[in-house]
Structure formats: C-alpha cells, structure tokens
T-cell receptor, first 112, second 114 residues
Framework: DGGITQSPKYLFRKEGQNVTLSCEQNLNHDAMYWYRQDPGQGLRLIYYSQIVNDFQKGDIAEGYSVSREKKESFPLTVTSAQKNPTAFYLC???????????FGPGTRLTVT | GQQLNQSPQSMFIQEGEDVSMNCTSSSIFNTWLWYKQDPGEGPVLLIALYKAGELTSNGRLTAQFGITRKDSFLNISASIPSDVGIYFCAGQLRGGGSNYKLTFGKGTLLTVNP
C-alpha cells in the first residue's frame, strides 16, 4: 500500500528533552513537509524539503530541526528550545506532476 | 506567514441540509485544494482545482475556483452525519522555488445533527 506513515501516534515527554518524530513515505514523492496544528489555528508550516539533502524553514521553524538523508524519510526533532511543544504534528508529501499534498495520520505530542 | 480567510469558522446543521463554505485571499493562486479532517487524524484531500472558473464535483461535494483566482467555494449537498469534521482550504502559487508550498485556511468545523 502506498502512503505516508507517522510514528508513534501518541508521544509523551518531559520538559527539557529533545524528541524525534518519524515520517516515512513510499509514494516516491520529492517534497515533504512538517506542519503543526493547534486548536483553532489551522496548519502552520514548520519545515519543508523539495529534494534530498536540502530543506527550508517554514513559518514557525524556531525550536525545531529536520534532516532529509533519504527521499522516503523526513524526521522532525522537537528541541528543548521550543517553548510550547505540545501539539498535533502532521507530515505531508507531494510530487510528480501533481502539486497535491497528502498527509500522514499525525503524531500527538504532549510535553509536561 | 500568509493565511487564507476561511468562513464560516463553524456550522451546525441538520442532516439533509446543504452546506456552503468559502475561502478568500488577498493574493492570487493557481491551485486550490479542499481537505477534510476527522478528529485525531490527518487531513484527506477531497477536491483539487487547477483553473480559474473550474467547477469540480466529487460525489455530494462541489468546489469552484473563483474567476479572480483569489477565492474558492465548497458546497456539500444533502449532508449526512459522517460529513462531520473540519474542512480546510489551501491555495498554492506555483513557480519560483516553492512549487509545492501551500497556504492553509484556519478551517470550518462542521457539525451535523441527525
């Protein structure tokens, strides 16, 4: 089955710890994205990557880091510098002749 | 970052009623996308629009790409309980170095009373 997987579905961490969220796609898409969703805020872009070994900051990149070593994978690290890390995190990908973004199921991160 | 103005923010309707929602932008787009998100899940793409004036249907859903390229509309006919969720619009301006980057509206929360 082609698609985007995110793991884990729920993640709990203590304040001050870094945490890495996984995103994998087997759609052969070039571009991948990370969004943060808070109640009533819609989707806000954290980072995106259009090609392996290259990525750009989105609108709210502070306190986050990413890597793109493989086409299929785009992990997001939420660092201790992120002031309000508790949120729902969504990964998406897009590619080919279509500009449509397809989303994974999301990871809900809770930091206490 | 730029955001689209999506309205209404929420809607409460009776099963069987029709629904309309829209998005407007101060900038032009050459792609409009509509997504639906169920609670705790990722958004699912409903309809994609690529041409100004285009009208596209997907079952009971119909979406239109505004002729000015600054707005889009989504209509749901004969609503059913499973239509409940948050509906997002997203606009894209292709070109430059951000061919795949989308700008999202804040969503319309739809509640359907059976």
């Amino acid at each position: 089955d082609g698609g985007i997987t995110q793991s884990p579905k729920y993640l709990f961490r203590k304040e001050g710890q870094n945490v890495t969220l996984s995103c994998e796609q087997n759609l052969n898409h070039d571009a991948m994205y990370w969004y943060r969703q808070d109640p009533g805020q819609g989707l806000r872009l954290i980072y995106y990557s259009q090609i392996v070994n290259d990525f750009q900051k989105g609108d709210i990149a502070e306190g986050y880091s990413v890597s793109r070593e493989k086409k299929e994978s785009f992990p997001l690290t939420v660092t201790s510098a992120q002031k309000n890390p508790t949120a729902f995190y969504l990964c998406a990908s897009a590619g080919g002749s279509s500009y449509e973004q397809y989303f994974g199921p999301g990871t809900r991160l809770t930091v206490t | 970052g730029q955001q689209l103005n999506q309205s209404p923010q929420s809607m409460f309707i009776q099963e069987g009623e029709d629904v309309s929602m829209n998005c407007t932008s101060s900038s032009i787009f050459n792609t409009w996308l509509w997504y639906k998100q169920d609670p705790g899940e990722g958004p699912v793409l409903l309809i994609a629009l690529y041409k100004a004036g285009e009208l596209t249907s997907n079952g009971r859903l119909t979406a239109q790409f505004g002729i000015t390229r600054k707005d889009s509309f989504l209509n749901i006919s004969a609503s059913i309980p499973s239509d409940v969720g948050i509906y997002f619009c997203a606009g894209q301006l292709r070109g430059g170095g951000s061919n795949y980057k989308l700008t999202f509206g804040k969503g319309t929360l739809l509640t359907v009373n059976p």
